[in-house]
């Protein structure tokens, strides 16, 4: 009896210990729907976060105070529309404005990171945003959000960059972005030397209509214990030139 009891106290303990997470990355294209393109709605966007219901949201090409999306700070506006806890992560100066990447969570942020991510030849800066999430059962996870470059060589210093610093982590560590590299190109093979990626239902993001590139991803660091439940990617053509990736793990 006592042994039985035991049992049923580990494998209770156990499974207290796990938690599912729910992920979500999208390049918004600053809120600018292709078949509107002098238009903003920065609505579609929030609807298309709040029906993910995700707990952990990286978000690319996100404008604050530029003409082009009509003054809006948009990370302040998501995450008032999204009722998220955020980070935005600078890339560059823009107008009077900036342009970076934005974290959304319905979580606790207890720290949080930026990093200039490095450059091979002049380009455009682009930035890594980490963030520590204490999640109810007070577990900690770290949740990193980037928008590499265009150009292939910073595009390999920026991943030789981002896998040196995620070796560090022994937390659960979940890496998302739009990373200007398909699957069987030498960034993302770099990357998969630390991070895991999903290759069974995985699909193209880009563009919107008739997707044929797959170059937003959602990874998990190699010393995290996680499995996979649902990774698909999101069938809404409007709101953005890209598709929004949609993952569920369950972490130990």
Known sequence: MRLLLLIIFLGLNCSSFAQVLKILTYNIHHANPP???EG??????????????????GI???????????MIDQAAKLAELTKSNYYFSKGIDLE???????ILTKHKIID??????????????????????ELPNGKVVSFANTHLDLKKENRLEQVKFINELGDWYTR??????????KPDDE???????????????NAPTSPNIQPRNEIDYILVGKHSKFKWIKYQVIQEEY???HLPVFAEIEIE
């Open 96 to 102: 009077e404005g900036q342009y970076g990447t934005l």
């Open 112 to 133: 949080k990171r930026r990093y200039d991510l490095p450059m091979a030849v002049k380009s455009e800066n682009r930035s890594l945003a980490v963030v520590d999430v």
């Open 172 to 181: 659960p560590f979940i890496l998302v972005g739009d990373m200007n590299a």
């Open 40 to 57: 903003i709605d920065l609505e579609a966007i929030a609807k298309v976060i709040n029906e993910a219901d995700a707990d952990l949201i």
């Open 35 to 37: 078949s509107k393109p």
């Open 187 to 201: 960034p993302i093979q770099l990357l998969e030397k630390y991070f895991v990626r999903n290759t069974t239902t």
């Open 60 to 70: 690319q090409e996100v404008d604050i105070n530029v003409s082009r999306s009509e």
């Open 239 to 241: 709101p953005s030139d």
